[in-house]
């Protein structure tokens, strides 16, 4: 077992709403509560909560490749994904894309070398009128990011890192 046994609660309070049957459904949840425990989705915790679930591997496997919440590699500590889809794109989605690899010196799908910021582009976020939009680990929405609120973001989501380790 990869994961604390609170973890496995939390993930049997999500099968509990189910019927016995449809285990299957409860394996989004079960990798956002893994993800959230461990960092990523390794093929270990994708092989962990086939096995908990009493799926097939290929069957967890499929949903952790296919969202992009799940991470299936290691990520920084703040994942910044930032939306590129057309309606954000053309209301400067990609220049901020831009300005945050030049900011943070790193290309999308790369981490910063002292492993804080990951950047990634988002599929839509829903938020195409407050574009430029970011999404910061999957659960903070960013929106109408110009240049200024990002510099703040990112010395803020610094600040906060360093706060915490010391």
């Not at 894309?97 to 943070?104: F, P, Q, R, T």
Request: net charge negative.
């Amino acid at each position: 077992m990869l994961l604390s046994e609170q973890a496995y609660q939390k993930i049997d309070r999500e099968i509990a709403k189910f019927p016995a049957d449809q285990k299957q459904s409860a394996i989004m949840a079960s990798l956002q509560i893994a993800q959230q425990e461990i960092g990523w989705v390794s093929p270990e915790v994708i092989q962990d909560v086939a096995d908990y679930l009493g799926q097939p591997p290929i069957l967890v496997q499929e949903n952790a490749t296919f969202y992009n919440m799940f991470d299936v590699r290691p990520v920084g500590r703040f994942k910044i994904s930032v939306c590129t889809n057309l309606p954000c794109a053309l209301r400067d989605g990609e220049k901020t894309a831009d300005y945050l690899k030049k900011k943070l010196g790193i290309g999308l799908r790369e981490t910063t070398p002292d492993g804080l910021f990951t950047l990634i582009e988002g599929e839509c976020m829903g938020a195409c009128g407050d574009s430029p939009v970011l999404l910061v680990n999957n659960t903070h929405m960013c929106v109408r990011m110009a240049p200024g609120k990002i510099d703040e973001m990112i010395s803020d989501l610094t600040a906060a890192a360093k706060g915490a380790s010391a």
